[in-house]
């Protein structure tokens, strides 16, 4: 007899690998993107409490996050060890998770998670502890040019900028292939709103480069990523639910 199964229900069957039953695929879908909600959390909790400790020279509104991680940073550990598990977890989200529940929609599916994997809350964070700059701003006779006069603060830039734009890019090529999944479409517009909201804030990151409220805009950024990653994540947690057996 012919196998009339359509192309969606044979894609769906595939979602954890050959040979893995459809409902053990849902439910390691389901901690992973459980996972991928905890990382989001960590990830913006670890920088609020970093900001305790700074002394009194740091500004949240002036300084960056990666000043908090910088080699003469107090207490820098604390943040590249919770980051760069962060990155690990958002990456094993994207491509375990994520891609695995967007599969029917194929190359965009897998396009758009390996990007958000490339991004920088995903390889950018992994990378964190070879990001770290030369010194703070808030160091006596630091300053933008010496942060940077070292490899990790070279580094640092050049991920954060280059992570960012994959990471927009992610955004519209998940839209894209949300559109293409059956339960996903109402995801489009919001995920695509989400990525105008993140160009806006980084344009106005830009403008205000060197001004005294930078560090205010990065963190409204990192906050409005990792925020639409969460909710991304837990969309999915409970889509892989409703889909086990």
């Not at 012919?2 to 901690?31: F, H, I, Q, W, Y």
Request: proline share 4%.
């Amino acid at each position: 007899m012919t196998d009339r199964s359509s192309p969606v229900t044979e894609a769906l069957a595939r979602d954890g690998g050959e040979g893995t039953p459809p409902g053990k695929a849902a439910r390691r879908r389901r901690r992973l993107a459980r996972l991928g909600v905890a990382a989001q959390v960590t990830f913006v909790a670890s920088w609020l409490l970093a900001a305790a400790w700074q002394r009194p020279r740091y500004s949240v509104l002036a300084h960056s996050i990666s000043d908090m991680y910088a080699e003469t940073a107090p207490g820098a550990a604390f943040l590249i060890i919770v980051i760069t598990l962060c990155g690990a977890a958002t990456i094993w989200f994207a491509w375990r998770s994520l891609r695995p529940a967007l599969r029917p929609a194929g190359r965009l599916a897998t396009a758009g998670s390996a990007l958000l994997a490339l991004s920088v809350f995903g390889l950018g964070d992994l990378l964190t502890v070879t990001e770290r700059e030369a010194c703070r701003l808030a160091d006596p006779g630091c300053t933008a040019s010496s942060q940077v006069s070292n490899s990790g603060g070279t580094l640092d830039g050049l991920l954060t900028t280059a992570g960012l734009l994959l990471f927009v890019l992610a955004g519209f090529l998940l839209a894209a292939a949300m559109k293409r999944v059956p339960g996903w479409q109402a995801w489009v517009r919001p995920v695509r709103w989400t990525m105008v909201l993140m160009i806006a804030l980084l344009v106005g990151d830009g403008l205000a480069a060197g001004g005294g409220y930078s560090g205010l805009l990065e963190r409204l950024i990192a906050l409005a990523g990792a925020a639409g990653i969460a909710v991304l994540a837990a969309g999915v947690s409970r889509r892989s639910h409703t889909s086990a057996p």
